[in-house]
Each structure stands twice: as C-alpha cells, then as structure tokens.
C-alpha cells in the first residue's frame, strides 16, 4: 500500500468511504453527508479532508468553522489503516487550516467510556478542560490554544 495522501474530500470519495469508514451507513447516506459537508465549504464553515490510497478513501475528518475556533469532529480512519500516522496527519492538517484561518483554539471530543482516544489527542497536544453529557453519552472536551506555537 501507498503512503496516504491527504486532500479535500470530493463527491466521488463516498463510495470508498463507505466501504472503508461508513460499512455501517448506506451509500445515499455517506453521499449526502458529503455533500452537506461540500456545501457548508463553499459557505467558509467547514474544511472537509480526506486521506488517500491507491486512489481510495481511507479516511476523513472535519473542521467547523465556529467564529474564532474550529471544532475537529468527524475523524474516521478505515479499521485497516488505523495506527499508521493517519488520524495524526489529518488532525494536524486540520489544525495547520485552522491556524491558516487565524483561528485562536481548535476543540475536540472524546467519549469518556473509550479513555485511549483522549490520551491519543492529549499527545496531539491537547488539553482536557471539562466533561460534558450529552443523551447517551458522556465526552472529554480537549482543546488546542493555537496562538501559542505549532504542536509537538
């Protein structure tokens, strides 16, 4: 396999995402969630992107654009291509486009009942601020202060 490339999602991406990312989701579904996310692009609220290999979709994440901060959700890395660096590449390429955007913090989630996903974003270099609930679940809120220097 190639080294993953990252670039921004496109509506041709759905259908490797959702063999890859979404089995779980019909086709129309991921379709439609692309093209919300292509559509909130156009609009400056939202940076939508992809990895990339061998032409196929391994994994995606977002950045809403929220007044001075984003907010990294959607983060999906195909069961196959996890611990190879990808979620690390494409969280620091959504941080780098937050910065490009002179956004001040980045926020992220994590749901508590899974604790290694919050120490992986701990060593992205982000720090926990609080718990939150929300129906049926309860989440770490991590955010990044990016008017300090690029993350280690």
């Known amino acids: 396999m190639h080294t993953p490339t990252l670039r921004p999602a496109a509506p041709s991406d759905a259908h490797s995402l959702h063999e890859a990312c979404f089995p779980d989701q019909t086709l129309d579904q991921v379709r439609e969630h692309l093209r919300w996310c292509l559509a909130e692009e ?13 032409g196929q979709a391994v994994a995606i994440g977002q950045l809403a654009v929220l007044r001075d901060a984003g907010e990294i959700g959607s983060l999906v890395v195909a069961p196959a291509q996890r611990r190879q660096g990808i979620g690390t590449a494409l969280v620091y390429a959504l941080i780098e486009c937050a910065r ?52 280690q």
């Open 100 to 151: 490009q955007r002179h956004l001040r913090a980045v926020e992220i989630t994590a749901d508590v009942q899974r604790p290694w996903i919050r120490a992986w974003y701990e060593r992205l270099g982000f720090v926990c601020r609080r718990e939150h609930d929300y129906p049926g679940e309860r989440v770490a809120v991590l955010t990044m202060d990016l008017t300090q220097g690029a993350p």
């Open 42 to 54: 156009e609009k400056g609220r939202l940076v939508c992107l992809v990895a990339a290999a061998n």
